[in-house]
């Protein structure tokens, strides 16, 4: 089975790579569709439908979002542009007397095809640590700590950080859904 993951981000590939079995061949295009501001379910929603209307094949995109709780859930949906603008840098500032760093990750991936329109969630609880560790993977990786873990997830590895990962669970539903429909 062929699909084709849009995305610009190399990295969502690798750790969604290492989660298939070779009967799914994922093939990445990199269109940049337009992030709606609102909640990243109707982002994801949106943004499906409007890659479909153009390469008319099979495929999903997947949205994720690093949400602080003391922060009422900021930057949830503006995660993208909050990380370009202020970065893990900035995060930590926000928080520097903040005694509560909970915080989660969501991935939602939206599948499209020409009979369905599927959305999965994930979601991995943590915190976000005091400082920057790791050289591993991505984004907000180096300061968010996954319940459970004393490790930051840039201080895993790609299969330790898919133990925890919110696009994991995201991709789990997912793949079962493909399985069972036998797409
Ligand atoms: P797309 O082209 O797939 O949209 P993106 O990197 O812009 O790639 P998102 O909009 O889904 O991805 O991500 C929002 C932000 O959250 C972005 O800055 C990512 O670096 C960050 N992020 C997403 N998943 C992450 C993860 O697993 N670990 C660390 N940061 C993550």
Known sequence: MKITFVTS??????????LVNDDIKIT???IDYPEIQANIE???RKGVN????????PLFIEDSGLFIKSLNNFPGPFSSYVFDKIG???ILDLLAN?????AYFLSIIAYKDKNHLKLF??????????????????????????????????EMDREEKNNYSHRKKAFKKFSKFLSSKNI
């Open 9 to 18: 981000n190399i990295d969502k590939v690798k750790e969604i790579n290492q």
């Open 28 to 30: 990445q295009k990199n």
């Open 42 to 44: 109707k982002v994801a």
């Open 50 to 57: 409007w890659c479909y209307e153009k390469l008319t094949e």
């Open 88 to 90: 893990n840098k900035g």
């Open 98 to 102: 903040e005694e509560n760093r909970s």
């Open 121 to 154: 969630k994930g979601k991995t609880e943590g915190e976000i640590g005091k400082e920057r560790r790791g050289k591993h993977g991505f984004g907000y990786d180096p300061v968010f700590i996954p319940k459970s873990s004393n490790k930051t997830f840039g």
